[in-house]
Each structure stands twice: as structure tokens, then as C-alpha cells.
């Protein structure tokens, strides 16, 4: 079964311009959350989908923003980019339904974001 | 989600056991005992999880006190390979799954 895939891998962009990052879940997984990871404050918990809806969400600002597709595929969006913003975005997914133990959440390699 | 506390690092010999400890005395009781382990530039890599039984699996063992205010990771044989920063988080099943609160975790280095 082939786990988490997020693309791009590596990036660069300049302050100012926005950028999409894209996962995909593991087959038959409905919920895609994403975290932000930076060696100042650690993994951080960005926004939680499920079935299309965000289903929680953490403490960042209105330019993070995120949607999920029909097929569970997700993008998150970052707009303005700050140097800030540097960091590596993960995609984590999950059945996400309320199984006994079927909400492991497994986590993608991750997209390195570098902003210039 | 409760909060745990973490030794901010180890050390272990190859072939030895690692005993990775994890405070959560504020636990609740419909939440879980997670361990992660992230090895450096990768993902964080699911190991294992439990509520209140103990639980084995091929990577490692997870020992939880009866009052569930803490947690012992267990790698049986350590090997180089294990040197990562590993994660204990407790959080609820359902419906907040995807939501965790990640601490700084304990960074254990297995050295020959």
C-alpha cells in the first residue's frame, strides 16, 4: 500500500509570492491534516480535512489555507510569503473515522520550503 | 489534547534496550499514548499506540503505568539506525485524529 505522498519535495520562492502544496492520502483515508515544522517551534498542527471540510484548525494566520478534494487529495496554500514561512510542511492522513484504533495518522516525507 | 513531558535526550548502546520515558499526568481517559519517531530531514514515522494495555508490535514495546500518567517506549535491540527524535503524544481517536500536539521530543542516539 503506497503511504503519503506530498509534492514538490524541495522548493524555493521569494517574499511575496504564494505557493501550493499538494499530498495525497493512503488509499481509503479521508482525513489529511498538515503541520508546519521549523527548528524554533517544532511541529506545529496546521489544519485538519475531512470528506472536503476542514475539520479543526490550529493557530496561523489567514494566508495558510488548505482545501481537500472529492478523492481526498488535499493542497495547502500559502500566500505573501514571509522569510518566516521557511520550513518543512508536512501532510499526515488518517481513516479519520471513529474506528477503535483506526485513526493512526501517518505522515509523509514532507515539502522543504525555503523563502528568499 | 494533554500535555507530555519528555527527556530532551538519551543515550543507548547498539544492542541494547532503549527505554524511552513519557510523562502525561494529565491525561484523559478516552485518549491514546502515541510514539513517532522522526529521523533527521524525514517524516514522522508511526511506531506505536496504546490506551491502557501494554502493546507490542515488531518495532518496539510500549509499557503503560496502571495509572496511565506514564509511558515507557520500549526498542528491544537497539540498533544505529534508531538514532532519531522520538515523539510521545496523547490525543483523543475521534474526531480530532488529526490534530496533535507534538512536543520537543527525546532525541536518542545509539552509539556503537
Redesign the interface.
Known sequence: KAG?TQTPRYLIKTRGQQVTLSCSPISGHR???W?QQTPGQ????LF?Y?SETQ??K?NFPGRFSGRQFSNSRSEMNVSTLELGDSA?Y?C?S?S???????????????S?LTVV | DAKTTQPPSMDCAEGRAANLPCNHSTISGNEYVYWYRQIHSQGPQYIIHGLKNNETNEMASLIITEDRKSSTLILPHATLRDTAVYYCIVRVEWPNAGKSTFGDGTTLTVKP
Open positions: 503519503v482525513s489529511v491534516s503541520y517544532g511541529l506545529q498542527f485538519e475531512f475539520r479543526n490550529g518543512l508536512l499526515a488518517s479519520g473515522q471513529g474506528s477503535n484504533s483506526g485513526n493512526t495518522i501517518y505522515f509523509g516525507e514532507g522543504w
